[in-house]
């Protein structure tokens, strides 16, 4: 079945350093992909997304492309502040079955050191 | 707009109990979304809704587990009997579906944490 594989984290970096989360999926056809954001205490929130090959989403500073040669979506930021720290999840839509769900990765956690 | 509320936002029960959790979409949004999260994972769905109807259901959502959106509106998640597995972060997102052939953005509440004693 469609699946989304994260790098493991979490990933501690210090202030205005480069960020890259790794992120793969397993689908068939063309899915739509996302990052999403969860804030401490937070809800999850849409941070980009991408609905077809080579797009790239930005968003706040992150971006992502959509590579379909590879079947990735990292998400990148060229220098963190200490406010990014959240966990980041992958995510997709199949392409096919109406557009009804999010398959999710297991979520990175990013911690930012003044 | 104020957003997908979720109530309660925290609930222990023991073993055994019945709880149910209530959902308030976006208004106006006609998709209604229910997900579990567990400790370190990623959310998983669970079912969702296109206005009233029930479209599709997960097999993680044994039947002790029930889901309901009356008049299209608010939503309900009943759990029975419930198990120390049942332990996770519930939540609920809505979305409005255009019909323009691409997958609509589905905001998310911020959860109901369920303990299973």
């Known amino acids: 079945g469609d699946s989304v594989t994260q790098m493991e984290g979490p990933v501690t970096l210090s202030e205005e350093a480069f960020l890259t989360i790794n992120c793969t999926y397993t689908a068939t056809g063309y899915p739509s992909l996302f990052w999403y954001v969860q804030y401490p205490g937070e809800g999850l929130q849409l941070l980009l997304k991408a609905t077809k090959a080579d797009d790239k989403g930005s968003n706040k500073g992150f971006e992502a492309t959509y590579r379909k040669e590879t079947t990735s979506f990292h998400l990148e930021k060229g220098s963190v502040q200490v406010s990014d720290s959240a966990v980041y999840f992958c995510a997709l839509i199949p392409s096919s079955g109406g557009y009804n769900k999010l398959i999710f990765g297991a979520g990175t956690r990013l911690a930012v050191h003044p | 707009d104020t957003g997908v509320s979720q109530d309660p936002r925290h609930k222990i029960t023991k073993r055994g109990q019945n709880v149910t959790f209530r959902c308030d979409p976006i208004?106006?949004?006609?998709?209604l979304y229910w997900y579990r999260q567990t400790l370190g994972q990623g959310p998983e769905f669970l079912t969702y809704f296109q206005n009233e109807a029930q479209l599709e259901k997960s097999r993680l959502l044994s039947d002790r587990f029930s889901a309901e959106r009356p008049k299209g509106s608010f939503s309900t998640l009943e759990i029975q009997r419930t198990e120390q597995g049942d332990s996770a972060m519930y939540l609920c997102a809505s979305s409005f579906l255009t019909g323009q052939g691409l997958p609509d953005t589905q905001y998310f509440g911020p959860g109901t944490r369920l303990t299973v004693l």
């Open positions: 208004s106006e949004h006609n998709r």
